[in-house]
């Protein structure tokens, strides 16, 4: 059981540029989490999603913000026109049904250069 | 009021002391309670589930006082690898399950 798998673990990009980040949930868990971490601060949630399906994107910004969670693949966090602020790890989790406890990803660590 | 609040510390205490961390939450409907432990630059990974009766695992007791809307968490006999962030974590009700995660408090244990 390989666990929840984000990759990349570190990326680095230039402001302006695209930022997509991966995760895929445990096996038998079809919820997924996005959690952002900025440094010496907690974990703020920002997306969850089922299977084609966003159900809660309170904690999204409004803009350059987008996630998906398609039938086969990944889920995706694509972050647009990235800006120094948006420097952060990126934590991902998935249950098997909602309100379960999570099970984390290592995390991606972005850094907007 | 936040949904989840903890003392963010540090708590820093000697090696083999008792330490305690409380967490309060607002929302009495909340189901499902846990505590999470995050290593420095770590994910988050599941300590314990927090039950009505209270339940012990080892050297860590948690219990959930639902009158006063409060969770704890007790470590005894602490050891250097108990260093980390404890998460406090609280399944509130709205629509769906939502699990909230509170800022997290910070032990420090020192030899």
């Known amino acids: 059981n390989a666990g929840v798998m984000q990759n990349p673990r570190h990326l680095v990009r230039r402001r302006g540029q695209e930022a997509r980040l991966r995760c895929s949930p445990m096996?038998?868990?079809?919820?997924v989490y996005w959690y952002r971490q900025l440094p010496e601060e907690g974990l703020k949630f920002m997306v969850y999603?089922?299977?084609?399906?966003?159900?809660?994107e309170s904690g999204m910004p409004k803009e350059r913000f987008s996630a998906e969670f398609p039938k086969e693949g990944p889920s995706i966090l694509r972050i647009q026109q990235v800006v120094r602020g948006d420097s952060a790890a990126y934590f991902c989790?998935?249950?098997?049904?909602?309100?379960?406890?999570?099970?984390f990803g290592s995390g991606t660590r972005l850094t907007v250069v | 009021r936040k949904e989840v609040e903890q003392d963010p510390g540090p708590f820093n205490v000697p090696e083999g002391a008792t330490v305690a961390f409380n967490c309060t939450y607002s929302?009495?409907?909340?189901?499902?309670f846990f505590w999470y432990r995050q290593d420095c630059r770590k994910e988050p990974k599941l300590l314990m589930s927090?039950?009505?009766s209270g339940n012990e695992d080892g050297r860590f007791t948690a219990q959930l006082n639902r009158a006063s809307q409060y969770i704890s968490l007790l470590i005894r006999d602490s050891k250097l690898s108990d260093s980390a962030t404890y998460l406090c974590?609280?399944?509130?009700?709205?629509?769906?399950?939502?699990?909230?995660f509170g800022i997290g408090t910070k032990l420090q244990v020192i030899p």
């Open positions: 974590v609280v399944n509130t009700s709205g629509g769906y399950q939502k699990v909230t």
């Open positions: 989790a998935s249950s098997p049904s909602e309100g379960d406890g999570y099970t």
């Open positions: 929302n009495s409907a909340s189901q499902s």
């Open positions: 999603l089922q299977k084609e399906n966003i159900i809660d």
């Open positions: 096996k038998g868990h079809s919820h």
């Open positions: 927090v039950y009505s």
